[in-house]
């Protein structure tokens, strides 16, 4: 008989368990960041083009609209462009190694990265470039958006001296305009 109030503690014990893990689970994911393609409104031509944003808690933060194609025989539409950049943008927060963009060449192409300090070599690509693309154009576009410089995302739209910026995301992802649908 003793058994009873035995199980009935065991299930209030694991009932409480499970809802306190519930919780936590909730408020850590309340806190994650995100980088996701959607969808976006571009107000200067009134159409929606694949962006990618930094999906938070505050809401979603657009960083690059992407309205052309990479190539002009459009073998990579902007939809796969934007999605490839977002899972590589994810795989760059969640490794902790945004703290440095920088310019530079992989595979003989210009590239936008990651760098774990400045000087050193590529750590993630963000994204490759066209060959029109100016690279520092763009990393200099890209480093006022993740500074809260710029309230538009970036337009992505030879060898030169790799340029290195700090960013803070953190702030970047607590400070930066988020999009109102």
């Known amino acids: 008989m003793q058994l009873k109030p035995i199980i009935s503690l065991f299930t209030s014990c694991a009932l409480t368990a499970v809802c306190i893990t519930s919780i936590v689970s909730q408020a850590k994911a309340n806190d994650e960041v995100r980088f996701i393609c959607a969808s976006g409104y571009d107000q200067a031509t009134n159409l929606r083009f694949p962006t990618t944003y930094a999906w938070?808690?505050?809401?979603?933060?657009?960083?690059?609209?992407?309205?052309?194609?990479?190539?002009?025989?459009?073998?990579?539409?902007p939809e796969e462009r934007c999605q490839q950049v977002s899972s590589r943008f994810?795989?760059?927060?969640?490794?902790?190694?945004?703290?440095?963009i920088a310019n530079g060449t992989v595979n003989n192409q210009p590239v936008i990265c990651t760098a774990k300090q400045e000087d050193a070599a590529c750590d993630i690509t963000l994204l490759t470039l066209r060959p029109q693309d100016d690279?520092?154009?763009?990393?200099?576009?890209?480093?006022?958006?993740?500074?809260?410089?710029?309230?538009?995302?970036?337009?992505?739209?030879?060898?030169q001296q790799p340029v290195y910026y700090k960013i803070d995301i953190k702030k970047f992802l607590q400070t930066a305009p988020v999009e109102k649908e």
């Open 56 to 77: 938070t808690e505050r809401g979603k933060i657009a960083i690059i609209r992407w309205k052309y194609g990479w190539f002009t025989s459009q073998t990579v539409t």
């Open 90 to 100: 994810q795989t760059a927060y969640n490794n902790q190694s945004l703290a440095y």
């Open 135 to 159: 690279p520092l154009q763009i990393l200099d576009d890209l480093k006022d958006i993740l500074r809260g410089r710029a309230t538009k995302p970036v337009e992505h739209s030879s060898k």
